[in-house]
T-cell receptor, first 112, second 114 residues
Framework: NAGVTQTPKFRVLKTGQSMTLLCAQDMNHEYMYWYRQDPGMGLRLIHYSVGEGTTAKGEVPDGYNVSRLKKQNFLLGLESAAPSQTSVYFC???????????FGPGTRLTVL | GQQVMQIPQYQHVQEGEDFTTYCNSSTTLSNIQWYKQRPGGHPVFLIQ?????EVKKQKRLTFQFGEAKKNSSLHITATQTTDVGTYFC??????????????FGQGTILTVHP
């Protein structure tokens, strides 16, 4: 039981490049979330999903897109990376409302 | 919009001293969760409080939920070097169905000097 996994762990991009971050969970959770973490700002929600085939915007969605084609996977895409997107990205999943969230190990992204 | 504020932002203690972090929400919360993130790690769930005035203990950690359900605290007695990390509180998004979405505080970074 791996829990929540994320790939890659580290990535360096140049401005304007694109990439996809993959999150996978093996706990059969319905709800999945993407956060970014910046110093002094806690965790901010980018996008979330309440089930396979559904996605919705969070607090800071601009510049990102997501897809949830399979229940266990939640993909975060950056179409044209900007230096402001340099951050640590965490994926999380939960059984449902008012339940704890399980976080993946994170992806450290640097955009030059 | 909803705000969840934590103080202090940083806390440096000597090993054996006590530590407290406070969490305040701009809105009434149905519940509050606490997470711990070790340096270089990811947030890990510690506990959830649901009832007004609730107090829960986990060994040296004591969690409280305020009577008005707008504030909470985490107190660690006799800190150890293993307590180092960032402690976050988080409350459900306000307004409508939260879908499990959480608003996190900025976190309190705890450093313990041996």
């Amino acid at each position: 039981n791996a829990g929540v996994t994320q790939t890659p762990k580290f990535r360096v991009l140049k401005t304007g490049q694109s990439m996809t971050l993959l999150c996978a969970q093996d706990m059969n959770h319905e709800y999945m979330y993407w956060y970014r973490q910046d110093p002094g700002m806690g965790l901010r929600l980018i996008h979330y999903s309440v089930g396979e085939g559904t996605t919705a915007k969070g607090e800071v969605p601009d510049g990102y897109n997501v897809s949830r084609l399979k229940k266990q996977n939640f993909l975060l895409g950056l179409e044209s990376a900007a230096p402001s997107q340099t951050s640590v990205y965490f994926c999380a999943s939960s059984y449902g409302q008012s339940r704890e969230q399980f976080f993946g190990p994170g992806t450290r992204l640097t955009v030059l | 919009g909803q705000q969840v504020m934590q103080i202090p932002q940083y806390q440096h203690v000597q090993e054996g001293e006590d530590f407290t972090t406070y969490c305040n929400s701009s809105t009434t919360l149905s519940n509050i969760q606490w997470y711990k993130q070790r340096p270089g790690g990811h947030p890990v769930f510690l506990i959830q409080l649901v009832k007004s005035g609730e107090v829960k203990k986990q060994k040296r950690l004591t969690f409280q939920f305020g009577e008005a359900k707008k504030n909470s605290s985490l107190h660690i007695t006799a800190t150890q070097t293993t307590d180092v990390g960032t402690y976050f509180c988080a409350g459900p998004y306000a307004g409508g169905t939260s879908y499990g979405k959480l608003t996190f505080g900025q976190g309190t970074i705890l450093t313990v000097h041996p």
